[in-house]
C-alpha cells in the first residue's frame, strides 16, 4: 500500500513535494507499524485463544478421563456390593441352618429322657392297667354269666311261649276259612288275602316254635346263652328280650345284612 501511495503522489513542486513526500511517508510509517502491531496483536490474541482452546480441551479430555476412571471405580464397587451381599446372605443362610440344627438336636437331647422315661412308666403301668382290663372284661363277662336261678326262670319263660305258639297255631287252624264260595269277586279276594296273611303267621309260629325248642335243648345241655356264629356270651339284655336268640347283635345285623 506504500508503494501505491508514492506512486500515487501528483507532479508538484519539488520543495513542496519534499515536504509533502516526507509528511506521508511518516504517515505511511505510521500506518504500516501500526498495522504490524495489530497483527501482532491480532496473532497473539489469536495465539492465546488457541493455547486456552488447547488447554480447555486438554482439561476436558483429563475430566472426561476422570470421569471414565471414577465411573469404573463406581462398578467395581457395585461389583464388590453385589459379591459380598450375596456372600453374607450365604453365611446368613448357613448360620440359620446350623441354629436350626442345634436347636433341634437340643430339643432331642431334652427331650429323650422324657421319651426315656415315659417308655419306662409306660411299660411299668401297662401290665397293670391290662390286668385291670382283664379283670373288668372277666367282670363283665361272669355278670353276664346265667345264675342256675335265673336259667330256671328262662326255661319257664320258654316252655310259657312254646305253650303260647302252640295254642296260637291250633287257634288259627281252627279258624281256617272254608273254601270261597263261586260268585262275588270281591269276597274272592278278601278271602284269599286273608289266607295268605293267616299262611304267613302260622309259618311265623312254626319258626318261632323250633327256635323256642332248640333253645330248650341247648339249655338241658348247658350250652345256652351264646351266640352260635361268634360263640360270646348273649347279653343278659338280649336273652332277657329274646330268650330263643341264636345270635348276639351284632351277628344277628350282619346275617341280615347279607
Ligand atoms: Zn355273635
Redesign the pocket.
Known sequence: MAKTIKKAAPKKPAAKKTIKKTAVKKTAAKITAKKTNLKKVVKQVRKQIKKDIRKTAGKAAKLKKAVGKEKRALKQVKKNVTKKTAAIKKQVAHKAKKAERAASKKIEKTLNPVKKSFAAQKKKIEPKVNHILEKAKQASLKAEELTAEELKQIKKHLIELHQDATERLKTKKEMEMPEAEVGDPIDTATQSLDKEILFEQTDNSHTQIDQIESALRKIDKGIYGK??????LLPKKRIKALPFAR??V???SSKEGF
Open positions: 351266640c352260635e356264629n361268634c360263640r360270646q345270635y348276639c351284632v351277628c344277628q
